[in-house]
């Protein structure tokens, strides 16, 4: 499912976003901040705001939730679909990777897309929480014709 | 809609300078999440999305008319989120022609007209805005403040174009105006050619490269766009738009379908951002186009493109009117006076002229082609035959060389873009206006002209 490539991609300062869905059926756009992908299992650690009530109220285990990652300097983008397995506080690996990867992605943002670093930083929360999920469906999500197509080999 | 913010207060989000992000769900509650290039505010509770490639998002809307979405202010960076309901997807009518006219801009700015084709015009109520609480150790920076001209400035340069009384002294007044005046550095002045396809710059300031004479094929960018539509247009993205079609022409190439094309180089600043055009007009018709660009995002709005639009109105009516006069010189007045050319020294200019399109070098280097290059080589052979060096508009006009069509010619036009082309190279030959249709030649060296045939 997972090349080498595609978890160094993942797992790089890519810009994330987050779709999730309440019981209600109403979906809720979010962003990432962070992903660490265990290829054999299949699954993914995702760090998210830690304070956000919309979202924290559509997640919960076995919820539904999708993640594109998007390369802000090249839009090649990839999209992972699964189901939320838990919720839990962040770890200090969680916090390294957090500023790790705040680094990487602000650092893109501002040398693709311009903007001063202290401005663009606003946009980081203040505390993360790990989400754990599988992985059940990566799609290949970059602007063109084959945006949609499914990159892990199953038929849609 | 229950919301204490008005979609109006934020509309700086909707330039396009930052992505949106959309999040849809399936009536089997999957989410799908995605970028988009732009939201449109349709008026207080709605907007609008251009369908192009969001073949999964439209399918969830037909299940679920929810969705979800993010925007940025992009000076602030404070982020917000939306919450959507799917009202209606609309292909004609006023909305559909408004977005598709905002796609049709894009695909003539990347090239990739064949590539970028709106399908809908999606309709959303908004039903609830609020902002995400950022990062709370963050500074809250203050918004730019507006940097469009004043009406002060707006006088300032119409005074000064109105004391114009011949053609290249308002060419001149008016790029250094927008320059000085409006405080616009990076400026593109162009004219409408004679078959009326393509437009060619006759002035420019604030540019590395050499621009003047470059043209820009009218339908083509944000310029030619503008002439077309006879409508401002204002591109505060084009960092954005640069890689969005970056990434769909590769990976249209990587899809082994048929190409869209070869990328065409965008005339203007390497690295402009934001880029702003408006039709210059006079007599119901388009004379040219003024082009400003900028490094930063969204850096033109609505005031600069009033600002521009006036000024431009400004210039084409006395370009036209200044044209009309000079054309209807009476004959006496315009009888050639033949001056004897005085001695050169040693050095000598070799000119190079290839009559099938009119393209002409000087020593080796591209000066100008077309019409400009014809009125060139035909006065410097009569100057190299006869020693001639005062010419008259009208005996150019009835000269059969230059291939002039027989109505409206644009010879002053093209007598002014030679004359600025020899200047800003500092070419040994100038041009020298004498009178109301009248000119002298001026050569600093001696010459050796050459007409050259591509075809041996």
Not at chain 1, 13 to 34: F, I, K, N, Q, Y
Not at chain 2, 355 to 364: C, H, N
Not at chain 2, 370 to 375: L, M, Q
Request: hydrophobic share 40%.
């Amino acid at each position: 499912m997972f090349t080498t490539e595609m978890v160094s991609f993942l797992q790089s300062g890519c810009a994330l976003v987050v779709g999730t869905v309440g019981e209600d059926g109403v979906p809720l756009a979010s962003r990432g901040w962070g992903l660490d992908v265990d290829a054999g299992e299949r699954s993914a650690r995702l760090l998210l705001p830690a304070v956000d009530p919309a979202l924290r109220n559509t997640i919960s285990r076995d919820s539904r939730i999708a993640v594109t990652a998007t390369n802000v300097r090249t839009l090649r983008s990839v999209q992972l679909k699964g189901l939320v397995r838990d919720v839990e506080p962040v770890t200090e690996a969680d916090r390294e990777r957090f500023q790790r990867y705040c680094n990487e992605l602000f650092g893109d943002i501002a040398a693709a897309d311009h903007g001063e670093r202290v401005l663009i930083e606003r946009l980081a929360p203040g505390d993360v929480v790990a989400c754990g999920f599988t992985v059940d469906e990566v799609f290949d999500q970059t602007p063109g014709p084959a945006a949609g197509t499914r990159l892990d080999g199953e038929d849609p | 809609m229950t919301t204490d913010i008005p979609l109006r207060s934020i509309e700086r989000c909707f330039t396009g300078v930052r992505p949106a992000v959309i999040a849809t769900a399936a009536a089997t509650g999957t989410p799908n999440v995605t970028f988009l290039s732009r939201v449109h505010v349709l008026d207080d509770e709605r907007v609008a999305l251009s369908n192009q490639f969001f073949s999964k998002t439209a399918r969830n809307l037909a299940e679920n008319p929810h969705a979800s979405l993010l925007i940025i202010d992009p000076l602030t960076f404070d982020e917000y989120r939306m919450t959507l309901v799917f009202e209606r997807r609309e292909r004609r009518g006023h909305v559909f022609e408004s977005l598709r006219a905002d796609i049709d801009a894009i695909a003539a700015i990347t090239g990739m007209q064949d590539v970028f084709n709106l399908r809908a015009a999606d309709i959303y109520r908004v039903v609830d805005i609020r902002q995400i609480s950022s990062n709370p150790d963050a500074d809250h920076p203050d918004a730019a403040a507006g940097r469009a001209p004043d009406a002060v400035a707006i006088a300032e340069l119409s005074a000064r174009l109105s004391r114009c009384s011949e053609l290249g002294e308002l060419v001149a007044t008016m790029i250094d105006g927008l320059d000085q005046v409006l405080g616009y550095h990076h400026v593109h002045l162009l004219l409408l050619d004679e078959s009326g396809r393509r437009l060619y710059t006759v002035a420019s300031r604030g540019f590395d490269a050499e621009s003047v004479g470059a043209e820009v094929p009218v339908g083509h960018g944000v310029i030619g766009t503008a002439a077309t539509r006879g409508a401002a247009v204002r591109v505060g993205n084009l960092g954005q738009l640069r890689k969005y079609s970056q990434a769909i022409r590769q990976s249209w190439e990587e899809s082994a379908e048929p190409s869209p094309g070869p990328a065409l180089p965008m005339p203007g600043l390497p690295e402009a951002r934001s880029r702003m055009a408006v039709p210059a007009m006079a007599f119901g018709a388009v004379v040219g186009a003024l082009a400003a660009d900028s490094t930063e995002d969204d850096a033109f709005g609505p005031a600069d493109e009033a600002a521009l639009s006036i000024v431009a109105s400004l210039f084409a009516n006395a370009f036209e009117a200044l044209r009309a006069e000079e054309r209807d010189v009476p004959p006496d007045r315009a009888r050639p006076a033949v001056g004897l050319a005085p001695a050169q020294p040693a050095v000598t200019t070799h000119i190079r002229h290839f009559p099938e399109d009119g393209s002409t070098f000087i020593d080796g280097d591209y000066l100008i082609k077309g019409v400009a290059g014809r009125i060139l080589w035909s006065l410097m052979t009569q100057y190299d035959d006869e020693g001639r060096v005062e010419f008259t508009n009208r005996e150019l006009r009835l000269d059969p060389t230059l291939q002039l069509p027989g109505f409206k010619d644009n010879l002053e036009s093209r007598l002014i873009l030679l004359t600025r082309r020899l200047d800003e190279r500092a070419a040994p030959i100038r041009l020298r206006k004498t009178g109301r249709g009248r000119f002298h030649l001026d050569v600093s060296t001696s010459v050796r002209l050459d007409a050259a045939d591509r075809g041996r």
